[in-house]
């Protein structure tokens, strides 16, 4: 009887176990590590600091943003890392990175260390920021192999979570340390960084499994994420038209954590139902079953020959689109090429107008305020751009065989739009404008990501994944630093030269009026314009591909649950 009793007692702990140890829970923390990995949208809100502490020049703070941008998408090191190494570890050493790299500008810009050189500094931003891509590379490119037939939906959900992480934090640190700006780098140094540790363990690799329930499930999480998401616009709604305090705002981050950790709910949910499933009685063996190993054998025989060939021999002889390459003939593919071309225009552009979002609005006349919401609405809509592109290319290539490369071409479209409200604003056409361009930027990642697994395989998804984005710091580069920069800097000598004064006479330099980034955001709007038809050429040199079945392998080598 004791021993019965005994038994019952140890049956909740092993479920609770089996939650912790299972693929949904693992899908929840990837959700909480993602949410912390969107730091470096941050800096519109705290480059005025940097800036004003510091005595930067406009072309020195977006020299500065470019080393945020070259750190956040060079993701090759932790690319590689990731190959050789356990997820743990690429993840201890992403949280490691973070802290380092963000605490550094923390005391750099509060003046407990000596004024940092302009080199260290980059060297500090970029630290920090490629924390961001170990975060990618142990947590999403983990779960995308985890659950490679539901990839668009997972990375618009991951990517989604990521975007609203702006949003996020900037009600954690008006909660916390109030109209403090200098305290929100401390924050995105500690908080993210203590995520990852948390988490260290649970996100790992998995056998796939194909579960008949899974979009559904994946669905369920993206109502919570609509949710939240809708929240924090009414939230920043609610914060422009009414002077908030900070337990209010305290109220408002709490409810964001109840969002944040719905998931664990639904994470029980299925875990529920496969213990209960693995109660029943099982079947006696029928010919279907007999014959289901050996097609996952042949499968693996055919998957060890295909390993045969070293990572970089074959270069010239590429398989068929949908196979795993090696990573030199990705790299050196055309698809690759053109994909590279059209992520330099249209994220180059895109970024280069998230990291001068702050200072658009100071030109254009807005309180530091409004330009806060600006930089929460870009974060809001990036999430509803990275949902969007996710979920409904995937349902587009499921149901009507539509190219994902052309819902790229779109989005580009669109942003191009999002520029030209920049460059010729009109009363309030700011906030459509951050509406814009951040659901195009966030649209862009997703479907770069999807077509880059789609078309060159998992096999080494974790160095092309990473070698996709380098395009988006070259972009960021060319059109932020040599570009906006240098246009708006000139803008401002113009105006001081009509007042005049003289460079050395003033400690910053700023420009005010709507001339400020008229020229340089006509250039991005082309150049995004120019980007969209380079992705329309990846369309039509795949179509053929995308009317096939895409997801078949994935379906024949998976398990049941």
């Keep these: 009887m004791a021993k019965m009793s005994s038994s019952k007692l140890s049956e909740p702990l092993q479920f609770a176990v089996q939650v912790v140890q299972g693929r949904w829970f693992m899908v929840f923390a990837t959700f909480l590590i993602m949410a912390g990995a969107g730091a470096t949208y941050l800096f519109g809100v705290y480059s005025k600091q940097i800036k004003s502490t510091l005595g930067y020049d406009q072309s020195t703070l977006n020299l500065l943003s470019f080393f945020k941008d070259l750190g956040a998408n060079v993701g090759v090191l932790s690319g590689l890392i990731g190959e050789v190494t356990p997820t743990w570890f690429v993840l201890l050493v992403g949280s490691a990175m973070n802290f380092t790299g ?11 260390i000596a004024k ?7 060297m500090y931003i970029c630290i920090g920021a490629n924390s961001q891509n170990f975060a990618n590379t142990g947590a999403l490119v983990t779960c995308v192999k985890n659950f490679p037939e539901s990839r668009g939906v997972m990375l618009g959900l991951l990517k989604g979570f990521t975007g609203l992480s702006g949003a996020m934090f900037n009600q954690i640190y008006w909660a916390v340390y109030g109209n403090d700006s200098k305290s929100l780098i401390l924050l995105i140094a500690w908080l993210p960084a203590a995520l990852s540790v948390i988490f260290v363990y649970t996100i790992r690799p998995m056998k796939v499994v194909r579960q008949p329930n899974e979009l559904r499930i994946f669905y369920h999480f993206l109502y919570i994420s609509i949710a939240l998401a809708l929240f924090l616009m009414v939230m920043i709604i609610m914060q422009k038209l009414i002077a908030f305090s900070q337990a209010a705002y305290a109220g408002s981050v709490a409810v964001v954590c109840v969002f944040l950790f719905l998931p664990i709910g639904i994470a029980i949910r299925e875990e ?11 079947d006696p063996p029928t010919d279907v079953t007999v014959q289901k190993p050996q097609a996952i054998e042949q499968a693996k025989t055919e998957e060890t020959e295909k390993t045969d060939t070293p990572c970089f021999g074959e270069i010239c002889n590429k398989p068929p689109r949908g196979e795993d390459y090696t990573i030199l003939q990705a790299l050196l593919s055309v698809d690759m090429l053109i994909l590279f071309i059209a992520t330099l225009c249209g994220l180059g552009a895109s970024l280069t107008a998230v990291d001068n979002l702050g200072q658009i609005g100071e030109s ?43 819902m790229m071409t779109l989005v580009l479209l669109l942003s191009c739009v999002g520029h030209l409200l920049i460059a010729f604003p009109a009363p309030g056409s700011v906030y ?6 951040g659901f195009s930027f966030g649209a862009q990642l997703p479907l770069l990501f999807a077509i880059i697994s789609e078309l060159f395989g998992l096999k080494y998804y974790s160095t092309l994944f990473n070698c996709g984005q380098l395009a988006s710091p070259l972009g960021s580069y060319i059109f932020n630093v040599k570009v906006t920069g240098m246009l708006y800097d000139r803008e401002a000598l113009k105006l001081l030269a009509r007042k005049g004064m003289t460079r050395s006479s003033v400690k910053e330099l700023i420009c005010i009026g709507s001339q400020c980034y008229r020229l340089s955001f006509s250039i991005l709007a082309a150049v995004t314009f120019f980007g969209a038809l380079v992705s329309l050429v ?14 078949k392998k994935f379906r024949e080598e998976s398990e049941d649950p």
């Design 364 to 406: 254009l006349g807005y309180p530091t305020k409004t330009i806060s919401s600006f930089v929460s609405l870009v974060s809001i809509w990036n999430y509803f751009g990275r949902v969007f592109s996710g979920f409904v290319s995937e349902s587009l290539l499921v149901k009507w065989k539509m190219p994902r490369p052309l």
């Design 272 to 282: 529920l139902l496969l213990w209960n499933l693995k109660k029943q009685p099982v």
């Design 538 to 551: 990846l369309v039509i040199r795949t179509r053929e591909f995308y009317k096939g079945d895409i997801y």
């Design 432 to 437: 459509v404008a951050s509406v814009i361009i």
């Design 116 to 122: 940092p050189k302009v080199w260290q500094m980059c």
């Design 102 to 112: 963000y605490f550094m500008i923390w005391l750099a810009v509060t003046g407990k």
